[in-house]
């Protein structure tokens, strides 16, 4: 796939979406520009709140969207360019312009004038507005993106932004092909590059870890100042942690309270007091100079463990005025050297997972590479879904694991084999993470959780199913079953999605937390008028398609919950942040409904659906075993050898551990059973992170 057909494909999924939800083509386009901004992580969240006007001194308004990064204080205010009807169209310097005044323009009337008036409450903008003025001295930056259908003239290199209310900001240009760059490199995300003598004469002090240099990895350890520290993340924001990182500690207090104590009242300590930063780069540049060895680039830097240091720098300095002329910090840089991009990202998570340790960071948060996932992918490429809408072949619903699979595997197809992955694969079958989250959670009665944005939400789901996995013998209720499932309740979810927009009470706003509080209250009243039913899941997977009584209750219940959450009593005036409440979801449960009674043979009985849930453990425990056999049976006697004198050298192995070792080393003559093969894993893996390879 090439430039021009990524852009041919997205334009035409953007009308596609435009006609089955009922949405602008311009609506349709941001929303589409922003879902792969946020898999990328250049955005956090979004929401979309359009507004176009005209306020004081006859200035034009207009947005789209807005994302606010409670971590960083950053608010990105989107503006749509979208036009596809011109060949070949340049966006020059003056456009540009005009976009960035208007979005400007919008703020001011927002902060200062009568805005909050003019809009309707019932409308997402509303809540912007609200926001805006609630945040209005917390916001550290502004940043305004243009998404636009036109080519980005070669002219324009940099943009300048003056301050807005007093606040830095920051204007970025999306086109079509900037986001396929993004989308189809190595990482499929944005790769921050930092040149360090942009904020240092001679650049980072640094010496290399001697000893410490693998076929994978270098290590350097390095003297970073305060202020320059505090510099790169104030321009780039949350951006600059790792990802796992940062959505762990967008759910706790940024700033740390001692670290602020520290620089405010003995900052020369702060070396000794602090325990500095851990960080990786795929790349770096190292000067010799007469004052020693100076770390002056880096490309795809992230920090990996020192978050609350960098931001705690960062906000002292900006609210407390604080000098940091006298902070110096300790950083362990390692530089992966791994040319594969799967292989750096998984040593980049175990750096991440080990640095983390003392602050109790579970798995779930570095959970990309989790077993479930795994497991999911497996599913998505081996079963097949039932051909539907004059199909004459069977499909697959594709399961993205990591960032940017199902693009990437089209990048390396020539014509022929992308027509035949599109067949099998269509792109309104893809699941993503944050997806499997979004539907799992709602149906689990917590769409105040799904509310609060997708990578909110993807925490606590891979907390819990972390949790899950390990409380259920090796994750044996994530089977087949569960897959399928997931799959049905995918099936509600769109179907949802494209029924409430073509309502006639819907007034283009607050679609996603209608649709999730929908689904849950859906569930919730099954459960409660069919005593000892549940839906049958399985049944909609079979099917392919959401069944008529089923439909029937979702557009009765969406209205009334649409009334619920814009009821004018609710508990918080902003809509989008009551959605966020549990208190939101206990008022939705006041909603008074009699499902239709021919949902009935919709329902499955618990016995039954508990039968079936045993079927599929016991067919997961076969595949598990089968899987874990064959994983033991490549593993050579000799190399069985090495890992019995690695681990008994140790003092690493229990009795048990030993007589399945001793067996293993005898293979093929004899074979160690299922439990035993489950103890020889665990014995790998036990000495792997010892530092033993296979």
Known sequence: MDAQEFRKDFIEGVKANAATTGEGSSASFVSDFAQYLQETEFLMDFNAAYFEGVGKRNRKLRVDGYAYDEFDKTMSLIIADYDVVEKERVLVRTQVGLLQERLRAFVDHALNSTLHLEVEMSRPCSDLVDLLLEKRNEIRKYQLLIFTTATISAKISKLESSDIDGVPSECQIWDINRLFKVCGSDTGRPIIEIDFKEHSEHGIPCMEASGTETRDFKSYLCIIPGTLLADIYDKYGSRLLEGNVRSFLSTKVAVNKKIRTTILQCPERFFAYNNGISATAMSIKIDSTPYGRFLVFAKDFQIINGGQTTASLSNARFRDKADLGTIYVQMKLTVIESSLEEEATELVQNISRSSNSQNKVSDADFFSTHPFHVRMERFSQRLYARATGGLQHETKWFYERARGQYLQKQMRMTAGEKKKFMLQNPKNQLITKTDLAKVRNSWKGLPHIVSRGAQKNFSEFAKTTSEEWEASDDGLVFNEKYFQESVALVLMFRYCEAMVTQQRWYSQGYRANIVTYTIAILHTLIQKQFFGRDLDLMNIWIRQNVPDAVIKALIGLSERVYDKLTDPKRGVENVTQWCKQEACWKSVHSIEYRL??????????????????????????????????????????????????????GRMITPEELTAMRIACQMPQKMPTPGQCKKLIAVLERIEAEGFKL
């Open 596 to 649: 239709p009674s021919d949902i009935h043979a919709c329902l499955i009985g618990r016995d039954e659906l508990r039968a079936a849930e045993r079927e599929a453990k016991y067919d997961q425990r076969i595949d598990s075993e089968t899987e874990t056999m064959t994983k033991i049976i490549g593993i050579s006697q000799e190399q069985w050898q090495n890992v019995l004198d690695f681990a008994t050298a």
